[in-house]
């Protein structure tokens, strides 16, 4: 039994290259700061000292800078070359055992996580993993949607790949790169950088890459709208448009808004939907919509199946459920919705102010 547990330990030690390197650098700077103290109290300076524990201990025997005559010298420096060179011999082992399986590591994990890249197919591309990549990710995630990210950074790459994400760390406007990501295999095309020249440019590129790819833009000016629509984005996101209007739905239609987001029994079906490519919002009907004074018949005729109704929230009032099909929509009105995937922007200029009066 005592061999058996010995074994054990052993096997668990020797596994563990970077506690090999912690134990053998701690087991050769105690013996270093032994010997060094035995010396001192021979009446060496401490200078002598570590210069004859540094001569002694590498091998090199430079050169002695005292005599070392007495019984005391002799058996310290007998511990120090049997011990301290053992320890440095078990140091250098392990230090080139942690660099040479790191490097195995990193290689088999890159070429695993490009052999899993390549197998994507009808995938999605997110390109940045800043606060609204990660956001993006957690919910494709949760969708149980293929999706790669391509991030730049060090720090953000490496958050990327800990949260166990297929990525790479290169740079997003370089074709080879969206490439090497499989764009031509892939659905959708997300940019989403704080970058607005970048997001241009990675839209031209991935639009020249695959005509049929479905890209969504981010924009944090309103002036880059146009330019990214220009350069084949199929949609632009504006973060700070939709906070905005996410706040003022949360102020205007408190009822549907507590009703779709108050409990977490409702968030599960937000998800059961998405996994079904369907969303549950609640949207404001402008003043200037065609679709005010029209019936809920009348307004999912002209969606064409992109969406139907199943409430209206009114400001100061009691809000519909299942609103009867003759039910007349008015300004200010809150539909409450479900839209396939792909008809965001349909909605909201059904719902919104038109493009021409704004």
Same mark, same amino acid.
């Given at each position: ?13 020797? /596994? ?18 032994? /010997?060094?103290?035995? *010396? ?10 570590? *210069? ?5 201990? *590498?091998?090199?025997? +430079? ?29 250098? &082992? ?31 591309? =997110? ?5 609204? &990549? ?30 166990? +994400? ?19 295999? /892939? ?41 990214? =629509? ?11 448009? =939709? ?53 809920? /018949? ?61």
């Amino acid at each position: 039994m005592p061999g058996r547990l010995m074994h054990d330990w052993t096997g668990r030690v020797l /596994a563990s290259p970077l506690r090999n390197l912690v134990l053998g650098g701690v087991f050769v700077l105690f013996i270093c700061l032994l /010997a060094t103290i035995g *010396y001192v109290a021979a009446g060496w300076s401490l200078g002598d000292a570590i *210069y004859m524990v540094v001569l002694t201990i *590498y091998t090199v025997g +430079y050169d002695e800078v005292r005599a070392i005559r007495t019984p005391f010298l002799r058996a310290n420096t007998m511990m120090l070359i049997i011990l301290g060179c053992t320890g440095m011999i078990f140091l250098t &082992g392990a230090l080139v055992q942690f660099i040479t399986i790191t490097q195995f590591q990193q290689l088999f994990g890159t070429r695993r996580m490009k052999n899993d890249i390549d197998a994507l197919t009808d995938h999605v591309i =997110i390109c940045g993993f800043g606060r609204i &990549g990660i956001m993006l990710a957690q919910e494709l995630r949760a969708g149980r949607a293929p999706f790669v990210v391509i991030e730049r950074s060090d720090r953000r790459f490496a958050d990327a790949r800990d949260l166990g +994400y297929l990525c790479i760390q290169a740079d997003a406007t370089d074709e080879n790169t969206l490439q090497a990501v499989g764009i031509a295999r /892939a659905r959708i095309l997300a940019t989403v950088l704080p970058d607005d020249a970048a997001n241009v440019f990675i839209t031209l590129s991935a639009r020249s890459l695959n005509a049929s790819l479905e890209i969504i833009a981010r924009g944090e000016v309103a002036s880059t709208e146009r330019k990214l =629509i220009q350069a084949g984005a199929n949609r632009v996101v504006m973060p700070t448009h =939709i906070g905005a209007e996410r706040i003022a739905q949360m102020i205007l239609f408190r009822d549907s808004e507590r009703l779709l987001q108050g409990s977490e029994g409702m968030r599960v079906f937000q998800r059961q939907l998405l996994d079904l490519g369907l969303s549950l919002f609640t949207h404001p009907v402008s003043p200037e919509s065609r679709c005010v004074g029209q019936t809920v /018949a009348d307004i999912e005729q002209i969606g064409a199946g992109s969406f139907f109704i199943v409430g209206l929230d009114r400001p100061h009032d009691q809000g519909i459920n299942r609103p009867p099909p003759d039910t007349v929509v008015m300004a200010g009105d809150g539909v409450v919705l479900v839209s396939r995937d792909g008809h965001a922007q349909q909605v909201a200029q059904l719902f919104g102010t038109p493009l021409s009066t704004i």
